[in-house]
């Protein structure tokens, strides 16, 4: 006690607090990036090779070992010792520079390929995680997954077909779904359709879509088309878009006995005193959310008012079925209503 | 050949399922919905009862109106507390009368007749006895007024109405609005308040609940708070105001709780509990009267009883282990002085002492046992005359003469505050943890719930202690 000094106590905690938050801040400290970098190993480098040569040849495109070493991010030590195993294994077949998956290395791919799709569906439908970061999680957790573990968490989605995102899900036995469908862009004004699928890559682009809040599963209406920019309406809202970004949403288009409804809006903008029907709730609302929201009678047609404001705002309680209940206002803002 | 059909029939209904595709489900599910709500829309009519809902809609109107919302809230809170703990003095007093001082003596009375050893005697009446009598004595009127209380607000369909005022402070900090309510059920007892956060259906939310209810001061730790208050807080003016200033130190505390609720679940929903599922929503039942018996036997039972009995299967072990560590030497001095003495230079830094860190690691079971026990312990270790000798338990009618002992022990202002604060922020009883563990069934969540608020307290404790040195 006798070096007991409060100043002296005080710098040795703050030096204390410091480097724990070098250590364990999220995602930057070093402890995680220690535990990542030594999780870096063959394993990670050759799956995401191989992931990137099915991409490839899937788009038509052949890569040489210098381009799988220019477009990912591993030292090119370890790259090229992936490549030699690869090759051992007989997952690729590597002809002068040309790289070029075999039988044994597609099954593989698309093992990996089926592992991401599904922890993205994973995240969608059960966890909290922001759409945003999806694909970075899927990414890390791709590598985890036995095939045994894939398995069984595809039984526990009820074996979907899609991701997200609207990319096919492929089958343990390595089928894959089509996507049918015309890129925004394309389309012609008057059409209606629905979205079926948005490009996670770029990934500056696809931040983009998202902040617009475009989502897979709602139907738009192509209302003006000039070559600089594309309108459209969904749910209720105009959406004006660069034809680049458009060109990165596939449109299933619809046949012409299908009821569009126009004059949607949301409930959040439903005042006292007025009345609305339900018509539905917007895609963006997934999993349980949406589950409860459709217990609670939030159902196409039903009647809808405002029973009560709150002192602060927010939220407020919609009378709907004779019960009260409080929804909050990005909840009320994803219900599409139509006015009485 | 069966198996073949079989196969093909699998693989067709496959192939089919393929091209319905995704979408179908979730369609078929709306539909049905839908049709269902037709369907009713059509058959069932109800019976106009447009008085019943103009009396509501008053009712609704006052309480959830900007003028009179928060204060009615405020008031009825602070009514429920008051009858709680100016209430519960009496019964508490006359338990304790019965239990410790007319049971106590005459067990040990019967123990000599008997020709009982004297360690099995101590072991037994002055350690496991007298810790279950305590908490009984201490724990149970407070609880048996605060949830019957409690229980009818619910029952009238008030407490739904707080949750929908107090919602948007909630949702800034990512929690839900009822947390309101297991916050306020927390200030009876944090044990009954995580039971009550199963009222919170969003899985995230809930588990905000859950780790910050400790943060409302108990009914446990509402008199260390108010005799820690009086003896060291109120003692700093003349006496006319000490009684405010012990409120007001004894509040303070209490809203420094909500403030480091409010941080805390702002800190989980953006760091560790940001993956968990969120979906909010609150429904408001029609007020109807409480249906006051039913209510009251449901109350003390489902929630009164079994937190009791619960403490007290907790509370009996630590009474054998406050004797034990009391009575059994090593070399020269008993295993309480030596871990006294060991965490004295810890307790230091943080503003505290040996005796009280000590108090508060044998007391885990009951916060209603660490005065006693702080004070057997001070006596022990200062030698100075007073309790009732090694291992019991004691406590004093007398204030001034509580705060004597305390003194000689080498408590000072800086002491008294930060106890208060520790023993805000430190771990919760076990009968708390226990709870924790029974509603999460997580192991990793009942640790974060429990480690979390005792180091906050040492940081707390500690920036408090070297700013108080520092500036004295």
Known sequence: MNTYNPITALVVFFALSILAYLLFRPNKGWFWLIRNNSGSNDKIVIEDVLKLLYHNENADKHLNINDIIRTLKYNDRLILEGINKMSDHKLISIQGDNVKLTKSGIDYALRIVRAHRLWEKFLAEKTGFKEAEWH??????????????????????????????????????????????????????????????????????????????????????????????????SEGEAFILAPIMAGNITV????????????????????????????????????????????LGFV????????????????????????SIALRQNQASKILIKKD | MDTKKIDNIISLSND???????????????????????????SVHKKDEKGAIRIDAKIDKIITSKVWGFPLMFLILALVLWMTIVGANYPSAMLSGLLLDTVHPALKGFAATMGMPWWLDGFLINGVYLAVAWVIAVMLPPMAIFFPLFTLLEDFGYLPR?????????????????????????????AAGIVATRIIDSPRERLIAIITNNFSLCNGRWPTQILIATIFVGALVPATYSGILSLAAVIGVAVLGMVFMFLVSWGLSKTVLKGEV????????????????????????????????????????????????????????????????????????????????VA??????????????????????????????????????????????????????????????FSLLHNPCSTTIYTIYKETKSVKWTVVASILPVIIGFVVTFLVAQIWRLSA
């Open chain 2, 162 to 190: 707080v949750a929908f005022n107090l919602d948007h402070l909630f949702k800034l900090s990512g929690a839900h609005g009822k947390q309101a309510l297991t916050m306020s059920m927390g200030f009876g007892c944090n």
């Open chain 1, 136 to 233: 970075e999680r899927a990414e890390r957790k791709e590598h985890e997954l036995s095939k045994v573990e894939t398995d069984i968490l595809a039984s526990k989605l009820g074996n979907p077909q899609f991701d997200p995102h609207g990319d096919p899900i492929p089958t343990n036995t390595g089928k894959i779904a089509k996507i049918k469908g015309t890129p925004v862009s394309e389309l012609s004004v008057g059409t209606i359709g629905r979205i079926v699928h948005i490009k996670d890559k770029p990934e500056i682009i696809y931040k983009q879509i998202l902040a617009e809040n475009i989502h897979i599963g709602s139907l738009i209406r192509i209302v003006e088309k000039t070559p600089a920019r594309i309108e459209f309406h």
């Open chain 1, 252 to 295: 299933s288009v619809l046949e012409k006995d299908v009821v569009y409804e126009e004059d949607l809006a949301r409930l959040s903008i439903l005042k006292e005193n007025e009345t609305a029907q339900i018509i539905g709730i917007s895609k963006e609302i997934r999993g349980d959310s949406r589950r409860r929201l459709l217990d």
């Open chain 2, 16 to 42: 089919l399922r393929w091209q319905i595709g995704d979408e179908f489900h979730d369609n078929l599910a709306e539909g049905i919905y839908a049709d269902a709500a037709e369907i009713v829309k059509d």
């Open chain 2, 360 to 421: 508060y690691i044998v007391a885990i079971p009951a916060n209603e046992i660490v005065i006693p026990t702080i004070l057997m312990l001070t006596v022990l270790v200062t030698g100075i005359s007073g309790g009732a000798g090694a291992g019991v338990m004691f406590e004093l009618d007398s204030v001034t003469a509580t705060g004597d002992i305390l003194r000689a022990g080498g408590w000072t202002l800086l002491t008294a505050v930060n106890l208060m604060l």
């Open chain 2, 278 to 357: 969120s979906t909010f929503n609150l429904e408001l039942p029609p007020y109807r009267p409480p249906r006051f018996w039913k209510t009251i036997y449901t109350s003390l039972i489902d929630r009164t009883l079994i937190v009791l009995w619960r403490a007290i299967v907790f509370a009996a072990p630590a009474g054998a282990v406050i004797w034990l560590i009391s009575n059994i030497y090593f070399g020269d001095s008993s295993v309480a002085a030596w871990l006294i003495d060991s965490l004295d230079g810890f307790g230091f830094l943080l503003g505290l002492n040996g005796v009280i860190l």
């Open chain 1, 300 to 323: 196409r047609g039903a009647e809808v008012k405002i029973d009560l404001m709150n002192p602060l705002g927010d939220p407020k309680a919609f009378l709907i079925k004779g019960t």
